[in-house]
């Protein structure tokens, strides 16, 4: 299983992003979702969605991010609007096939203020 992040960036304060994660040879997973950690800090939970199609954030980014993925369950993606410059991490996708987790290599965004 191999994922791929990209479309982090550099985004004013107030702007969106949307992060996509392209993951291959998987046929099904439980869950898809995002992590990110700042820079001294721990990585935290952003977001998730289960191959049933639910969907659990964090409370920091509630409202503001949006999780969704295609119908092949093959690329994941997080729209994130009015980005704050708390949000500047780098972002991680991972997936979880029956309890093993893969990781992607992250891709950071950075927000101004």
């Known amino acids: 299983v191999q994922l791929q992040a990209s479309g982090g960036g550099l985004v004013q304060a107030g702007g969106s992003l949307r992060l996509s994660c392209a993951a291959s040879?998987?046929?099904?997973?439980?869950?898809m979702g995002w992590y990110r950690q700042a820079p001294g800090k721990q990585r935290e939970f952003v977001a998730h969605?289960?191959?049933?199609?639910?969907?659990h954030y964090a409370d920091s980014v509630n409202g503001r991010f949006t999780i969704s993925g295609d119908n092949a369950g093959n690329t994941l993606y997080l729209q994130m609007n009015s980005l704050k410059p708390e949000d500047t991490a780098r972002y991680y996708c991972?997936?979880?096939?029956?309890?093993?987790?893969?990781w992607g290599q992250g891709t950071l965004v950075t927000v101004s203020s």
């Open positions: 040879s998987i046929s099904s997973h439980n869950v």
């Open positions: 991972y997936c979880n096939i029956m309890g093993r987790v893969y």
């Open positions: 969605i289960t191959d049933a199609g639910s969907t």
